[in-house]
């Protein structure tokens, strides 16, 4: 499976935001911890602040925050929600081309496959991802300390 840097970048603000809690952060902070453009986060933090997964606040105090919990947060939800219009092959899709669709059985066991690693991903939240663990080695690896 493959998901899109989007949807990479969505994952890395939220686990910087959950290690950073309950501070706020800045996308510009972030862009430089992650070494990626600042006009690409910004894209990607207005969708998760229209989604309810980020609460923005601008001006002279504004940042980022968690909305709610990192354990409210489901990465099969997370994932699905950005990859949406993404499918994972052309036959998957609205403009499927492919002449060989109506014998082919690679659409269904890609199809399962595609389930079977939702499924993986919905038993896990944000907070698994910055758990007890791991979160001193992100602090210092995310120059947080």
Request: net charge positive.
């Amino acid at each position: 499976m493959h998901i899109t840097s989007f949807t990479d970048y969505a994952l890395r603000v939220l686990i910087y935001a959950a290690v950073k809690a309950p501070a706020q952060c800045t996308i510009a902070e972030i862009a430089e911890r992650y070494s990626i453009s600042r006009n690409h986060l910004m894209k990607v933090v207005q969708v998760l602040n229209q989604r309810g997964y980020l609460c923005a606040q601008r001006g002279k105090n504004g940042g980022l925050r968690l909305k709610g919990s990192a354990s409210d947060i489901n990465l099969g939800q997370l994932i699905r929600e950005t990859e949406q219009d993404k499918p994972l092959v052309e036959c998957f899709g609205r403009d499927n081309q492919c002449v060989i669709t109506p014998a082919c059985q690679l659409k269904g066991i890609l199809a399962e496959a595609q389930q079977a690693f939702y499924q993986c991903l919905d038993r896990y939240t944000l907070a698994d991802l910055v758990s007890a663990r791991s979160q001193p080695q992100l602090t210092q690896l995310l120059n947080l300390t």
